[in-house]
């Protein structure tokens, strides 16, 4: 099982590279980290979030099968935008609304080196979001007010030193 990483893990901050060789590592790594994001009951799983700093997320919504994102990039998003309420593996324990386009087209590369391309709504499209923008180094609360961020954190961390 892969380690997740917490906030505070300055690899979760970190740009990822786009990934150039699709081999055996790149599909056991995959596989690797749909077993993990199972394993933490998460519906997504980015790269950094468990070390690795390339472009590559997995996801698994209610409903839908496990899915592999490898150098995915947003070419398209609804002007309608939506909240629903975000959480994320790095930061255990803690929820909030965050805006978004409801729908978005996602191009993608598969574990074979294909390229593809989806229209993704609702709960996929809330997904995939939080996972690109993990790639990036963003976390979900640093889509929050700076007052709503504080806030969030100060939760999280009083939760963290009760768990420890
Ligand atoms: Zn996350």
Redesign the pocket.
Known sequence: MLDILTLGNETLRKKCATIAVFDKKLEDLAVAMIDSMHANDGI?L?GP?VGVEKRLFVCHVPEDEPRIFINPDIIGTSQEISPYEEG???IPGVYSEVMRPESITVQAWSLEGKPFKIDAHGILARVIQ?EID?LKGV??IDHLTEKKRQRIITVYEKRQSKIS
Do not use: D, P, V
């Open positions: 997504g980015a979030q994320c593996l790095s939080h993990h976390l979900f």
